[in-house]
């Protein structure tokens, strides 16, 4: 069966600092991979996705993920935050051609000035 | 990518009333999904929408509460029925194209 672990349900940086938010997965299929982002008050968009071609995905507003089949993670990075990245990232799992999403229980990443 | 809207995009409501919200896709799409998303929670999928045929429930979800309607392939409604405080929730819909999902921007409903 699915899931999905966030390993932390907040994560504090300073401005300008990196960010690490943490997601592990498990999975019985080859899985795609998703993170989404939820601003305050905000619909969800999608930052960035793993469908089994490159390991390391680039996504929008400087943000990347590394899938890690040994560790069954994906991690999201940035190197530099910004007061903008405030807000909520889920880590979700899809198997195969299965509709389903599975979502993690979300990180809400605080950006001190 | 789909764009989506939602409306309402949110209210207030009185316990035993119900809600209807409403879903439109700027294009045709096979499969709508609803979900919800408790305060301070992840998200929980509902029922998906198929045009065509009657939609199916996620476990924990029953068409009396919860009836949903796919009209056509860029419309769906969802209806919260006979509410309590407990469905204090953000709606949302969204969308499958291949390998994805877009979402719409919700529905904020507080129940009094």
């Known amino acids: 069966a699915q899931s999905v672990t966030q390993l932390d349900s907040h994560v504090s940086v300073s401005e300008g600092t990196p960010v690490l938010l943490r997601c592990n997965y498990s999975s019985s299929y080859s899985p795609s991979l998703f993170w989404y982002v939820q601003h305050p008050n905000k619909g969800l968009q999608l930052l960035l996705k793993y469908t089994s071609a490159a390991t390391l995905v680039k996504g929008i507003n400087g943000f990347e993920a590394e899938f890690k089949k040994s560790e069954t993670s994906f991690h999201l990075t940035k190197p530099s935050a910004h007061m903008s990245d405030a807000a909520e990232y889920f880590c979700?799992?899809?198997?195969?051609?299965?509709?389903?999403?599975?979502w993690g229980a979300g990180t809400k990443l605080i950006i001190k000035p | 990518s789909a764009v989506i809207s939602q409306k309402p995009s949110r209210d207030i409501c009185q316990r035993g009333t119900s809600l209807t919200i409403q879903c439109q896709v700027d294009?045709?799409?096979?499969?709508m999904f609803w979900y919800r998303q408790q305060p301070g929670q992840s998200l929980t999928l509902i029922a998906t929408a198929n045009q065509g045929s009657e939609a199916t429930y996620e476990s924990g979800f029953v068409i009396d509460k919860f009836p949903i309607s796919r009209p056509n392939l860029t419309f769906s409604t969802l209806t919260v029925s006979n509410m309590s405080p407990e469905d204090s929730s953000i709606y949302l819909c969204s969308v499958g194209e291949y390998n994805e999902q877009f979402f719409g921007p919700g529905t904020r409903l507080t129940v009094l």
């Open positions: 979700v799992v899809k198997e195969g051609s299965n509709y389903q999403l599975i």
């Open positions: 294009s045709q799409v096979t499969m």
